[in-house]
């Protein structure tokens, strides 16, 4: 018998949380959020039609490991200057590696926070952890998330979401809710 | 309806204008000035549905649903085939399923778009053959248990995301390899003594 083909397909970004790597994958009808602690992994299903929307808010904490970089690199410059000799080769090699590291996060760009919301629930991407990515990823996304629940023109868009703000509510104002248990596909 | 559209600033919870939805690229928050991007959907202006509710049979030769007996039947389950009220018809992915079917599927791992863990047999197989080498005695116990973890794996369902095979291989040719390696040792401790 023929195998089937797999249905996903690996989405750019790996996210990190506490012992875990969090990846996304897209199928034809949902995203997929994959969590892997090495020996178990945990599935979360984002289906195409239920999705509200995704919000962007850029962080500081690509600056802040820039710092951290930045500060290591350079008290391990300094150690390497003031040793000399075979030592100071050894802080030199240190402070490259710290550098290298410096240089990676640059080049990665801004970073942001992205959350996806649904109905439920309002939940991070981990994965999307790069403002560059995150644009580019919902801009694929996009049509895929259209093409399930029909294209709403964007006027119509913002003239419902400018009658909405006179009222009281807001939806994107509430907390993020992290559920301990995965919820049901 | 219009009330639950409306967005806000993650950081400041400042209303936004529906101006600064979808624009396709990062813009500033008029209050906060914080770099931010939002996408909306129709679903955000969907309403909540009202929950199905059954109907009662008011005529004769009318088929009832297996678990309401007063209800008229709305659709067949598409994994066991009983009759279903409105109320017990669960709509999953376009099949009508019982709530009976559905927790069995998802029990028994059938219904794979209900599975929400998985256990990966070939990275636990790839750690017990690789990780003991830095305490190499240890590998007497652990090589046996990575040759049974590779084997598993391969009758086990692995990840449900594209996955190769390669790290159960590398796992049973450690295993074996060191097992290989301990009845060595042994064979030539025995001849020694």
């Known amino acids: ?185 | 309806m219009s009330s639950v559209a409306a967005v806000a600033c993650p950081r400041c919870q400042n209303s936004l204008p529906g101006a600064l939805c979808n624009t396709g690229a990062p813009v500033s928050c008029p209050a906060c000035e914080s770099t931010i991007m939002l996408t909306v959907f129709p679903a955000l202006f969907k309403p909540a549905g009202p929950g199905a509710a059954a109907e009662a049979i008011l005529e004769e030769g009318v088929s009832s649903c297996f678990y309401h007996e007063q209800k008229k039947a709305v659709a067949p389950c598409s994994a066991c085939g009983r009759f279903l009220c409105a109320l017990c018809d669960l709509d999953f992915n376009g099949r009508h399923l019982c709530p009976a079917c559905l927790q069995t599927g998802k029990k028994k791992g059938q219904i794979q778009e209900l599975e929400n863990r998985r256990t990966i047999y070939d990275s636990a197989a790839l750690s017990a053959a690789l990780l003991p080498l830095l305490v190499w005695p240890v590998t007497l116990f652990t090589a046996p248990l990575a040759i049974f973890l590779a084997i598993r794996s391969f009758f086990c369902p692995s990840s449900v995301v594209p996955r190769t095979r390669i790290r159960a291989w590398v796992a049973l040719v450690f295993g074996l390899l060191e097992v290989g390696g301990w009845a060595v040792a042994f064979i030539v401790m025995a001849r020694g003594a």
């Open chain 1, 1 to 185: 018998m023929a195998k089937l083909p797999n249905p996903y397909r690996r989405l750019p970004g790996t996210g990190s949380g506490m012992f875990e790597t969090v990846r996304l994958y897209q199928a034809a009808d949902h995203l997929l959020q994959v969590s892997s602690s090495g020996y178990t992994e945990t599935y979360r299903r984002f289906y195409f039609r239920d999705i509200q929307g995704f919000i962007v808010n850029e962080s500081v904490k690509g600056r802040n490991w820039n710092g951290v970089w930045g500060i290591l690199g350079a008290i391990c410059a300094i150690a390497a200057i003031q040793v000399g000799g075979a030592a100071g080769i050894v802080w030199w090699g240190i402070a490259g590696i710290f550098l290298l590291l410096l240089i990676i996060n640059i080049a990665g760009g801004p970073t942001c926070v992205c959350q996806i919301r649904t109905a439920v629930q309002t939940r991070p991407l981990p994965s999307l952890g790069r403002l560059r990515r995150a644009v580019k990823t919902i801009a694929q996304l996009r049509p895929h998330i259209e093409a399930a629940q029909g294209a709403l023109p964007a006027e119509e868009i913002t003239r419902r979401i400018d009658d909405a703000r006179r009222g009281p509510a807001s939806v994107f104002a509430s907390p993020v809710s992290v559920s301990a248990d995965p919820p049901a596909a």
